[in-house]
């Protein structure tokens, strides 16, 4: 594992950021799936919301020239969302950091987990990998006022990031 392998399991800072400055491109978003749901058991306890609550479900690819950097699957309770964020969440190609910055939004991100997998044929295809390829996987909380405001799941193709 290099540096930036390290550096992407490990930081509690904007993800597109550190993509820009690797390839030195803008990072365009691409909404793949984005519907609101109902929070089931797990989903309460990972949020701390009650059960049937509305969450925004999203899935994201990062991607830099058409290929995907990155993919990121998010849980946001609506109930934790003033309606200028959550117009801007459901209806823009626009980073969570970014959203974030431009509402003046301070939270911290705390890192759950981290690890790495070898990609199923699904996963290698979304990220335009081999089957098998290595990828980092990482999950954590954004966190304002004590409670989660996103729960974020991130899928990086190692060998995109092999400098």
């Given at each position: 594992?290099?540096?930036?392998?390290?550096?992407?399991?490990?930081?509690?800072?904007?993800?597109?950021?550190?993509?820009?400055?690797?390839?030195?491109?803008?990072v365009k978003v691409q909404t793949v799936e984005q519907k609101i749901v109902r929070a089931d058991e797990k989903t309460s306890k990972l949020l701390n919301v009650g059960v049937g609550e509305d969450i925004n479900y999203r899935v994201v690819y990062l991607k830099v020239d058409g290929d995907v950097y990155a993919k990121a699957v998010s849980y946001t309770p609506i109930k934790r969302l003033d309606d200028n964020f959550k117009e801007d969440l459901?209806?823009?190609?626009?980073?969570?950091?970014?959203?974030?910055?431009?509402?003046?939004?301070?939270?911290?991100?705390?890192?759950?987990?981290?690890?790495?997998?070898?990609?199923?044929?699904?996963?290698?295809?979304?990220?335009?990998?081999?089957?098998?390829g290595k990828v980092i996987v990482r999950n954590y909380n954004i966190i304002k006022g004590g409670n989660v405001l996103i729960h974020i799941t991130e899928f990086f193709p190692v060998e995109k990031f092999d400098l």
């Amino acid at each position: 594992m290099n540096a930036i392998h390290r550096i992407l399991m490990t930081t509690d800072g904007s993800i597109t950021a550190i993509i820009e400055a690797i390839t030195q491109r803008e990072v365009k978003v691409q909404t793949v799936e984005q519907k609101i749901v109902r929070a089931d058991e797990k989903t309460s306890k990972l949020l701390n919301v009650g059960v049937g609550e509305d969450i925004n479900y999203r899935v994201v690819y990062l991607k830099v020239d058409g290929d995907v950097y990155a993919k990121a699957v998010s849980y946001t309770p609506i109930k934790r969302l003033d309606d200028n964020f959550k117009e801007d969440l459901m209806r823009a190609d626009i980073p969570i950091g970014r959203i974030m910055r431009k509402h003046g939004i301070e939270a911290r991100r705390e890192i759950r987990w981290s690890k790495v997998i070898d990609a199923n044929e699904r996963l290698a295809e979304e990220l335009g990998i081999k089957e098998g390829g290595k990828v980092i996987v990482r999950n954590y909380n954004i966190i304002k006022g004590g409670n989660v405001l996103i729960h974020i799941t991130e899928f990086f193709p190692v060998e995109k990031f092999d400098l």
